[in-house]
């Protein structure tokens, strides 16, 4: 092991880390932003049984259109979301690549860069929560507001979101093999 080595695994070892990290940040973000959209909705279904009992059909529409505006800032945030994991994903293939690149055959001399010497399977494998749980909470959303034409389109596009990461990663795979 050679001292510019070991000072480039920590360089690139530690650009890995922040991109993780932000994944990590981008996460939790989502979840307390689906937490606070739950508990609005849950508190619109009370509001809306409210006002079917004195009639305010005006609130009952305005509520109904809040539940839409929640469907659709989750899809929103979530494709956000996808694309910045996309992107640290990438900055994270690209570092590994280079360090696999610059080290070769002596990469089992040092620590794991991602998963093993191959970057390939451990970055795949660590994308797989950050970029399902915003496809599978939209798709929640969609279920819960099936009825209104809006959100099928949000289901609809969210699929077509599914589909294009998953041809996106069979993509990768093959030219990271």
């Known amino acids: 092991m050679r001292a510019d080595e070991i000072t480039y695994f920590e360089m690139t070892r ?3 880390q922040h991109e993780d990290s932000l994944i990590n ?16 909705y ?10 079917r009992q004195i009639q305010a059909l005006g609130s009952i529409d305005l509520i109904r259109e809040a539940r839409i505006g929640f469907a ?8 956000a979301l996808m694309f910045s994991v996309e992107a640290a994903s990438l900055s994270m293939g690209k570092l590994a690549r280079s360090w696999t690149e610059k080290i070769g055959d002596r990469c089992n001399l040092y620590p794991q860069i991602i998963g093993d010497c191959v970057p ?6 660590g994308l797989f929560p950050p970029m399902l749980l915003p496809i599978v909470s939209s798709l929640i959303w969609a ?26 990663y069979r993509g990768a795979g093959k030219r990271l093999a």
């Open 72 to 79: 659709l800032m989750t899809f929103c945030s979530t494709l």
């Open 25 to 40: 940040h981008r996460m939790t973000w989502l979840l307390t932003f689906q937490a606070f959209l739950f508990g609005a």
């Open 143 to 168: 279920y819960l507001e099936w009825q209104e034409c809006v959100v099928k389109i949000v289901a609809i596009l969210t699929a077509l979101s599914f589909l294009g990461i998953f041809l996106f």
């Open 14 to 16: 530690a650009q890995i």
């Open 120 to 125: 390939r399977f451990g970055r795949l494998a």
């Open 42 to 51: 849950g508190f619109s279904l009370g509001a809306e049984n409210t006002a």
